[in-house]
């Protein structure tokens, strides 16, 4: 069975700072990973995912994440917080048959000034 | 760049009552899903659904719930006698040719029931 945990629920940093939103997975196939962003009243929008290619994943808006086995881990980073990036990110994984998404509980991120 | 569409944005309905929501998927996408997020909550899967049939469905997709593509392009969930609790945003999500491909949300139909 497929499953992510997000440690943190809450996450504040100063701008200019390093984000890290944690995310751990369970799975039991080799995992194909994403992180989505939520913005105040909008749907969901992809900001990276992982899918065996390279360990180190880019995305969106300066983010990037790292997909550890040893660790079960794919942790999002951004080197330098905006205030734009306050928001709920939301970690995935999808499931062995491709057919659904599982989510985590979410991380609401706050930037302060 | 294409997107997955719903309608309406906001539905209030009595309790009892029947709710049809709406979802254009992207057009060449072959998986389209239902997810809900109760205010404040995770998102949780309800179904999917691949070449005409339900291919998974969660415990929350009981029997008041209904997935329907009725013309090739909608993609509908109807809600059959909702209660108080149903109340949530309900994502749309499509993804594409083949599995593990990301998933393309909807921003959501918010449904109020009263």
């Known amino acids: 069975a497929q499953s992510v945990t997000q440690l943190g629920s809450h996450v504040s940093v100063s701008e200019g700072a390093l984000v890290l939103l944690r995310c751990n997975y369970s799975?039991?196939?080799?995992?194909?990973l994403f992180w989505y962003v939520q913005y105040p009243n909008q749907g969901l929008q992809l900001l990276l995912k992982y899918t065996s290619a390279a360990t180190l994943v880019k995305g969106i808006n300066g983010f990037e994440a790292e997909f550890k086995k040893s660790e079960t881990s794919f942790h999002l980073t951004k080197p330098s917080a905006h205030m734009s990036d306050a928001a709920e990110y939301f970690c995935a994984v999808s499931g062995n048959t491709g057919n659904q998404f599982y989510f985590g509980t979410g991380t609401s991120l706050t930037v302060i000034p | 760049e294409p997107e997955v569409t719903q309608t309406p944005s906001h539905q209030v309905t009595q309790m009892g009552q029947e709710v049809i929501l709406r979802c254009v998927p992207i057009s060449n996408h072959l998986y389209f899903y239902w997810y809900r997020q109760i205010l404040g909550q995770k998102v949780e899967f309800l179904v999917s659904?691949?070449?005409?049939?339900?291919?998974?469905k969660s415990e929350i997709f009981d029997d008041q719930f209904s997935v329907e593509r009725p013309d090739g392009s909608n993609f509908t969930l109807k809600i059959r006698s909702t209660k108080l609790e149903d109340s949530a945003m309900y994502f749309c999500?499509?993804?594409?040719?083949?599995?593990?491909?990301?998933?393309?949300f909807g921003q959501g139909t918010r449904l109020t029931v009263v």
């Open positions: 799975s039991s196939v080799p995992p194909y």
């Open positions: 999500a499509s993804s594409g040719q083949t599995m593990n491909t990301e998933a393309f």
């Open positions: 659904f691949y070449n005409n049939e339900i291919s998974e």
